[in-house]
C-alpha cells in the first residue's frame, strides 16, 4: 500500500537551473497539495488541486508551476531556482470532503546553492 | 480566514510526565480539527482528528485531545510520555476551506 509518493527525496540545484518534482497518490483522491516545510514556519500552502483539471495558489506560490496530470498526479515545477527555495517539500492528498484528513508523502529536500 | 497558533515551539518532559501540547483556532465556522506528528526525516502522519460528536477524541499511540469552542482550543495531550514520543507535532484546522491551514509545529523533547 503506496499511499503518497514523491519522487526524487533529495536534489541539489544550481541558481538558475529548474527541476520537476513528481507526486503520485494510489488512495483515488480528489484533492492534491504541495507544501513547503521550513524550520519554525511550519507547513505553508504552494498550490493545492480540488479535481484533475483545476489548480488554485496556496499561500506562498511565487516561483512555482503545478500541474494536475490525471486524478493520480500532482507535480510541482520550479522554472528558475532561487536559494530562498531551498526547503523541505511535501506532497499530500486527501477525499473531497473538509472532514477527512490529508495523507503525506515523506518529502523532497531541496538545495538550492 | 482560518488560523492556528500553536503555543510553545519546543516542549520538554521527562520520560513518565504528562503531556501537553497547545493548540489555538480561528474560525468563523465550526472547525474541523487535527492533530499530525513528524519523526525526523519523515512525512506527517495522522495522530487524530475532531470532525463532530464527542469532543473527547482519542488518537494513536495513547494521545488524546479535546476541542473547546468556549476557548477555541483544541490541545493534544498524553497521560505518560515515552521516549518514543519525541517528535514534532503540528495542529491544523479546515474550516469551510478546501486546504488544512497548520500551525508552526511543536516538537516535544523527551529526557530519560
Known amino acids: 500500500n503506496a499511499g503518497v509518493t514523491q519522487t526524487p527525496k533529495f536534489q541539489v540545484l544550481k541558481t538558475g537551473q529548474s527541476m520537476t518534482l513528481q507526486c503520485a497518490q494510489d488512495?483515488?483522491?480528489?484533492?492534491m497539495y504541495w507544501y513547503r516545510q521550513d524550520p519554525g514556519m511550519g507547513l505553508r500552502l504552494i498550490y493545492y488541486?480540488?479535481?484533475?483539471?483545476?489548480?488554485d495558489k496556496g499561500e506562498v506560490p511565487n516561483g512555482y508551476n503545478v500541474s494536475r496530470l490525471n486524478k493520480r498526479e500532482f507535480s510541482l515545477r520550479l522554472e528558475s531556482a532561487a536559494p530562498s527555495q531551498t526547503s523541505v517539500y511535501f506532497c499530500?492528498?486527501?477525499?473531497?470532503?473538509?472532514?477527512?484528513?490529508?495523507?503525506f508523502g515523506q518529502g523532497t529536500r531541496l538545495t538550492v546553492v | 480566514a482560518q488560523s492556528v497558533t500553536q503555543l510553545g515551539s519546543h516542549v520538554s518532559v521527562s520520560e513518565g510526565a504528562l503531556v501537553l501540547l497547545r493548540c489555538n483556532y480561528s474560525s468563523s465556522v465550526p472547525p474541523y480539527l487535527f492533530w499530525y506528528v513528524q519523526y525526523p526525516n519523515q512525512g506527517l502522519q495522522l495522530l487524530l482528528k475532531?470532525?463532530?460528536?464527542?469532543?473527547l477524541v482519542k488518537g494513536i499511540n495513547g494521545f488524546e485531545a479535546e476541542f473547546k469552542k468556549s476557548e477555541t482550543s483544541f490541545h493534544l495531550t498524553k497521560p505518560s510520555a515515552h521516549m518514543s514520543d519525541a517528535a514534532e507535532y503540528f495542529c491544523?484546522?479546515?474550516?469551510?476551506?478546501?486546504?488544512?491551514?497548520f500551525g508552526k509545529g511543536t516538537m516535544l523533547l523527551v529526557s530519560p
Open positions: 488541486s480540488a479535481s484533475e483539471g483545476t489548480t
Open positions: 499530500a492528498s486527501s477525499g473531497a470532503l473538509r472532514n477527512t484528513e490529508a495523507f
Open positions: 491544523a484546522v479546515n474550516s469551510g476551506y478546501s486546504t488544512l491551514t
Open positions: 475532531y470532525t463532530t460528536g464527542a469532543t
Open positions: 488512495m483515488n483522491h480528489n484533492s
